[in-house]
């Protein structure tokens, strides 16, 4: 038997570490665990492979536009049918109202009778149209569609863009969306700091925010709300529910909230993916206070 990944390693030890720390999440962690392993084996194979970097223009970043807006995704073509024939089953797995969808996803993925250059573009885009389209040569939904290819897209971008990491720490992006996609972040990570500007720092610590679509870390201020920019002293507030370090920022001003985690106590930072779905008890509790995410995922959504 091949020897497992560390990452994938790493991965299964914080998800049970998580289920032993809240059952409640037990259920939902014997079918998503899997999951969250296969995405993690699936990067570790891609960065072995050698896929080729995301090619962007730096200077998309001073002009205050995402990396990735309009880019080619087009080369990475047989790295999505790749990652889709891997991926969709531990999805069913872990999604199984979405079993059929899947299925049907996957056999087009098998056939390569999607375009997946404009899956990729039209999910990047947000563009409805092409998404639909290409749904309907699958015989799938364009929102399952979606979902799929954001799905399939992770770990894509994840490697591929790991090399944009300076760039963007030069660049000194500060807005509340993701520098390389555009997207809204995910959880926030608040890290001990180093020497830096006091425009980012607050009791010697430095705010993350984590793409909630290809997990680039960029920097942020520690008291400003990423979906608004709001920093107006009394309408920004956080909730927690123990002392792990786990909080939900919350913004009055528009209502809405991000997770993070406290880390610079700890001894080992966690897995952020694992760390994001250990949010789901702290996520039901603000939104039942009237509160919608900054970022919807696939740990959030809460009917």
């Known amino acids: 038997m091949a020897k ?3 990452e994938v390693l790493r991965v299964r030890r914080w998800v049970g570490d998580l289920r032993q720390r809240i059952a409640v999440l037990a259920d939902m962690l014997d079918t998503c665990g899997e999951f969250l392993e296969q995405r993690a084996r699936i990067r570790a194979d891609l960065r072995r492979d050698g896929m080729a970097s995301l090619s962007v223009d730096p200077d998309r970043l001073i002009q ?3 990396l990735l807006v309009d880019a080619s995704l087009r080369g990475y073509s047989d790295e999505f049918f790749t990652v889709g024939r891997r991926l969709i089953p531990s999805m069913s797995t ?16 098998q056939d390569r009778s999607l375009d997946a250059a404009a899956c990729m573009e039209a999910w990047l885009g947000g563009d409805g149209t092409v998404l639909t389209e290409q749904g309907e040569r699958a015989t799938v939904a364009p929102q399952a569609l979606a979902f799929s290819v954001g799905q399939i897209m992770r770990p894509i971008l994840e490697v591929a863009g790991a090399g944009l990491h300076e760039t ?8 509340g969306h993701c520098p390389v996609c555009g997207a809204g972040p995910e959880i926030s990570v608040f890290r001990a700091s180093g020497e830096d500007d006091a425009f980012l720092k607050s009791h010697g610590g430095q705010r993350w925010l984590r793409c909630s679509r290809c997990a680039t870390l960029w920097r942020h201020k520690r008291h400003a709300c990423p979906a608004c920019d ?3 002293h009394g309408t920004l507030r956080y909730f927690t ?4 370090g786990e909080r939900a920022d919350v913004c009055d001003k528009c209502k809405r909230y991000l997770t993070g985690i406290d880390v610079r106590n700890l001894v080992e930072e966690p897995d952020l993916d694992v760390a994001a779905l250990a949010m789901l008890p702290l996520d039901i509790q603000v939104q039942r206070e009237g509160y919608t995410p900054v970022a919807e995922t696939i740990w959030n959504r809460i009917d």
């Open 64 to 66: 205050g536009a995402p």
């Open 168 to 175: 963007i720490v030069e660049s000194r992006w500060r807005k």
């Open 4 to 6: 497992e990944h560390d």
């Open 230 to 232: 709001n920093e107006e």
């Open 241 to 244: 529910l123990d002392e792990k």
């Open 94 to 109: 872990a999604f199984p109202a979405l079993s059929g969808e899947l299925l049907r996803l996957l056999s087009a993925i």
